[in-house]
């Protein structure tokens, strides 16, 4: 790559080691006063993309399940699971350590930094995807599984790499194009796994079609920042350690974090039957989609907490509190969803043959309400550099998820994994909470926002359990209940509401 100006907003980046070194000032876009409402905005484009990339991922999934059956269908989320971990491992710490690097690094220090990070990631998920390989073959799994992860690890490289380049999209605020990355690789993904159903493809072929998923994704992700940034990685690693290093405690919490979320359908598919990990993990699934966009949403926000952190924290505070409301109400407003549609989404998942996943949905409501706070707290944690207090509350929820599942799913089988999960997801919050509320006691947690989501939430169950209407019809009533709850307590942040899209047409039409 040649050297040259990127303009981001106000200020503007070297885009080469032979151009100027400007320092990052007042100008630069995180420290705008536009830059939450930007957040705000780009959050809301990136999941709305996500979810309508998902929600096509959702009308294909009937047709895979349906295809491959209880116990194909438990062999193709558990290849999932670990290679989604395996990419877990490694984005999990070094994606927020990488923004926070990034944002406070000048202008002519993140060329360099970038070429830093693309190493270290490689390195990394290399080492990750090997360490997965080798305890599969330990452990004793079927070869087709095995040659499954290390099909789809190709993928998850071109993955890990394009999320190499996103730190610059995200940090210099052009979140559009990190939606456009995820619709990419969604749409290849959707559009293969019907043509392979239609030419009822073996499984083998449903790992296979990942690689291609990952190249869209790493095309989109080059054409977005071709003059920004440099695309290849540096083989510095000494300065890979230094990164590591400086951050250590983090990114084993969010190693530990990753592993935890997935022990139960890990060890599911070591402990039980096929058919139990089948039933397991068509909900388990779901809860790990919504798991990934909780971790989206609240990560746009991350620049300017990490920025704040450092320079403001009267605004730190704030961005905080506000977060916090939005990411209790999204989370509660899942859980209440799932919980009353839990019968219709798994008939439209996976059909009449998985029957029990029902009720294994309707207890993992409980996880998902968690998730949308523990990714906002979490980054807020990140932000504050508090490491340990992360990493003794992820160790505590392995302990438990490790634990509780040894314990119970050799006799309750699926519904063992589901309580050792709810178990572990409720120490997780709590634990985070009691971090920030120990060592930054000028920090308040949403306590207002928490008695108005509660009642909003009893109203929308209530009224959705009793009133005899279909699924959809279901889903619809306690989601209109839940929100006019909340308007009429007042409950929604004033940012949130202003960035909707009606909001902002009638703000710029007003005189």
Not at 56 to 83: E, N
Not at 304 to 323: E, F, K, P, T, V
Request: hydrophobic content about 55%; overall charge positive.
């Amino acid at each position: 790559m040649h050297g040259g100006v990127k303009a981001i907003g106000d200020g503007a980046e070297a885009a080469g080691p032979g151009g100027a070194e400007p320092e990052l000032g007042p100008a630069d876009v995180l420290d705008s006063p536009e830059a939450t409402q930007r957040v705000i905005r780009g959050s809301l484009i990136r999941t709305g993309s996500y979810i309508v990339s998902i929600l096509a991922g959702v009308a294909s999934l009937p047709f895979l399940f349906r295809h491959l059956g209880v116990v194909d269908s438990g062999r193709y989320v558990t290849v999932i699971t670990i290679v989604t971990m395996v990419i877990s491992v490694v984005e999990t710490g070094l994606w927020a350590i990488s923004i926070r690097e990034y944002s406070l690094r000048t202008a002519g220090e993140r060329w360099g930094l970038m070429s830093d990070l693309i190493g270290l990631r490689m390195a990394a998920f290399a080492i990750a995807a090997a360490g997965a390989l080798a305890f599969m073959i330990v452990a004793g799994y079927p070869q087709l599984l095995v040659a499954g992860v290390a099909i789809a690890a190709v993928g998850a490289s071109l993955e890990v790499v394009s999320s190499a380049y996103g730190v610059w999209l995200s940090t210099s605020l052009h979140l559009g194009w990190l939606a456009a990355m995820q619709v990419a690789r969604q749409a290849v993904a959707v559009v293969l796994t019907i043509v392979l159903v239609v030419l009822e493809a073996p499984l083998i072929d449903f790992f296979i079609l990942l690689v291609a998923a990952g190249v869209a994704q790493f095309v989109v992700s080059y054409v977005a920042t071709r003059r920004a940034i440099p695309h290849l990685p540096s083989r510095h690693a000494r300065a890979w350690v230094a990164l590591v290093r400086k951050s250590a405690p983090y990114v084993a919490a969010m190693v530990i974090g990753v592993v935890y979320f997935r022990t139960a359908m890990i060890l599911m598919s070591l402990l039980s039957t096929d058919a139990e990990t089948g039933y397991f993990g068509v909900p388990f699934r779901l809860v790990e989609i919504v798991t990934l966009v909780s971790i989206l949403m609240m990560s746009s926000a991350f620049p300017i907490l990490a920025r704040s952190a450092d320079r403001d924290r009267a605004r730190h505070r704030y961005a905080l509190s506000r977060l916090s409301d939005v990411a209790l109400i999204i989370g509660a407003w899942v859980a209440v969803v799932c919980l009353v549609g839990a019968g219709f989404i798994i008939e439209v998942l996976a059909g009449p043959g998985f029957g029990p996943s029902v009720d294994i949905l309707r207890l993992l409501t409980v996880s998902l309400a968690t998730k949308f706070v523990v990714a906002a707290w979490a980054f807020a944690l990140l932000s504050l550099e508090e490491y340990r207090g992360v990493l003794v509350a992820n160790a505590a929820a392995l302990v438990i998820a490790v634990t509780l599942t040894v314990l119970t799913v050799p006799a309750l089988g699926a519904t063992g994994g589901a309580l050792a999960t709810i178990v572990a997801d409720v120490v997780l919050v709590v634990g985070y909470g009691w971090v920030l509320v120990r060592n930054r006691t000028d920090i308040s947690l949403p306590k207002r926002t928490g008695g108005a989501v509660g009642l909003a939430v009893a109203c929308s169950v209530g009224l959705a359990l009793v009133v005899p209407l279909p699924g959809v019809a279901r889903m619809a009533l306690a989601t209109l209940v839940y929100g006019a709850v909340l308007v009429l307590t007042k409950a929604i942040p004033h940012e949130l509401a202003m960035a909707l899209p009606w909001r902002r047409a009638a703000r710029s039409s007003s005189p």
